[in-house]
DNA sequence: GTTAGCACTCGTGACAAGAGAGTGCTAGGC
DNA sequence: GCCTAGCACTCTCTTGTCACGAGTGCTAAC
């Protein structure tokens, strides 16, 4: 997806593309030469930029809708901008300083702050906006509960040592009392508290560990470790959103089936846990243009998404959603200080935290 | 809301009502006297009926859109069918066998269950659905966690009886340890394990308890009560929502303000949490049509909500949304058949649950 | 390599006209 | 007193036509 063609096109039609997508960007219709030559100093006539448009279109970085309209910057062309011409410049003081204020306004936790960045960043770019919780990416056990649900399930509530909780069901075949439970849950709580998915792992296969163990313990100590590495993976983790009317009024989604498309991405998570691991192990901000990464309906839809957070404790992904004609310029800076300004904060509130197993709290 | 005019209308002028709405209802344009005559066996002419329709609109059952053009109902046209006129009828045999069918496909979870509820709620309806996760009414506190994070902060998470969870942040005035937290927590765990907010209230009320506890106790009760207090009355409870698409795409909601406040419904919880607590404490289906009992921008919108679950275990509430223009009839059964239904699969699969303090789980 | 000029294509908006939908009213019938 | 046929009136919606304008591609000249 990063082939970074060059597509042998002079300076003059590099600008003049950059020229389309802005204005298509701004007025949502297809771009026409004598508008290129009348709002921008080209200092060349009509005629020669719709020359430049039609070795444009022949690279395919523009099509035409139609034969005597404007031109519109293609899936590829928004890509080759985003690659090549665009310079997005940080945001202006002023509105750094608003946004920031509003963070000032009042105190919060970690999960309302990135609510709040959610609701922020979709007013300040007019598009819809998403975030994940803040999750710790090395999750440490802190305590677990069995709890006796019925003769056959079992449910397993866990808490990690950074307060992130999980929830899973376990079937059984025999049926266990609530002490018995209880006593099983003390019993390796005592062992395996401040372990990770990985060490929890390998302590079950020291043949030692074994042996004063109930035969549930194995079935238990699978799923604990599973939901550790779910969590660490952030597979569970809430995802934010906000501002999706900005995007549904926007032309391109008037259409019932393209409404459903977007609908479908914000109501069922499932079509992000494939791109938010990637995005959390990268740094800078990642620009994903109509379907390439995502499912093949996801055409007229371009994202840009940041990894925010504090090394590996307490990170997530934010970002925002539109259509493939978007401000990706003013996105990126957008989602950069957006996700820049998230993790000071973070890192101010909880500073040294859930270091080691949490046994301090010290500057 | 529920004053229960009589308008003083005929039969005649009753059936023609229902009549206007189930067309419009159905094909979403004003209703004309000579499509009832032509439709229905009225027996009478349509200069009978336009008569009839225009005392119908004397009293304000039904609204003309402008002259010479058909009728359609109001708000108080479909609130006074949906308390007098509307008989729902227990969902046809094959369409309950179809739901019946997709709940007994897969294993699953009271959550998923839910979740699954809405979904095939929203596809039979042909409209929103939304269910809040099961929860107990009467959550007994089964483990509670204090963990150090910053300075000033400690989060406790606290582990309901029922597997319920919850996370709340805490500040503090002095330094603590993860030792000292650990080992009050340990103390006042082993004290008010299976208590439930008001226990833990009253405990906390006899001076005997108080003395051996650390400074930070007190909030530490309070918060803890707190936060069983809001599992109980289901203000955490997640809201799962499916087919937004579907009345997105209603002519009613075409207009930017209309889907925003649509839009603005499903993305904050708020706006639910003054109604599902009215809701879980009654049995029966209810009817919200317009914005009798939502916000003042809720027009145009129509809401039919019910209780599931298991007494005072484990409950949640469920329905659907949709424009006023609703075939409430159809709703009504679905959500009625849906909500017996899902309390049905959780006490067949939760037989005997978390009865007393959940220490025996035996039939 | 650039430009002026021009022919050609297509979408768009305005406008008129007509059809048609639906009503309210009136006068007469049961 | 209730019902109905008939009719005039009002509005909306559709359709067709037409002219305009936007925009291009091409060609020939600079």
Redesign the interface.
């Given at each position: 997806m990063e082939q970074s063609h060059d597509y042998n096109i002079s300076d003059r039609q590099r600008h003049i593309l950059s020229i389309i997508i802005e204005e298509y960007v701004s007025h949502a219709r297809p771009v026409a030469s004598e508008q290129i030559v009348s709002g921008y100093q080209l200092n060349v006539s009509s005629a020669t930029v719709r020359n430049d448009m039609a070795e444009l279109e022949r690279v395919g970085l523009i099509v035409q809708p139609h034969t005597s309209a404007g031109r519109v910057p293609s899936e590829r062309g928004y890509r080759y901008f985003v690659e090549n011409l665009m310079h997005p410049k940080a945001l202006p003081q002023d509105e750094q300083r608003k946004i920031r204020h509003q963070f000032h306004q009042v105190e919060m936790?970690a999960d309302e702050w990135v609510r709040l960045a959610t609701s922020i960043l979709s007013r300040t770019v007019h598009s819809a906006a998403l975030a994940t919780a803040p999750r710790s990416t090395a999750v440490r056990l802190?305590?677990f509960?069995l709890?006796?649900?019925?003769?056959s399930?079992i449910?397993l509530?866990l808490?990690g040592?950074?307060?992130t909780?999980a929830?899973q069901?376990l079937h059984v075949d025999e049926?266990w009392?609530?002490?018995e439970l209880s006593a099983l849950a003390g019993h390796l709580n005592a062992a395996l508290s401040g372990k990770t998915s990985q060490e929890i792992d390998s302590w079950v296969n020291q043949p030692d560990n074994l042996h004063s163990i109930l035969t549930i313990a194995p079935s238990v100590l699978v799923t604990l470790s599973g939901m550790l590495g779910k969590l660490e993976r952030h597979e569970t983790a809430e995802i934010y959103?906000?501002g999706?009317?900005n995007i549904?009024?926007e032309p391109e989604f008037r259409q019932?089936e393209r409404?459903?498309q977007i609908?479908?991405l914000f109501?069922h998570g499932h079509v992000w846990t494939s791109i938010i691991p990637s995005i959390i192990n990268q740094d800078g901000v990642q620009v994903i243009i109509g379907d390439e990464a995502m499912g093949e309906g996801m055409r007229a839809c371009s994202v840009v998404l940041a990894r925010y957070g504090l090394g590996e404790h307490l990170a997530g992904v934010l970002g925002v959603v539109g259509p493939t004609r978007m401000p990706y310029s003013r996105s990126v800076s957008s989602v950069r200080y957006m996700s820049q300004l998230l993790s000071d904060l973070l890192q101010k509130?909880?500073?040294?935290?859930?270091s080691g197993?949490?046994?301090?709290?010290s500057?």
């Open positions: 936790e802190k305590h509960e709890l006796a649900i019925s003769e399930r449910m509530v808490v040592h950074d307060g909780v929830q069901m049926e009392t609530q002490e959103h906000e999706l009317a549904l009024n019932p409404m459903q609908l479908e109501e509130s909880y500073n040294s935290p859930f197993q949490g046994e301090t709290q500057e």
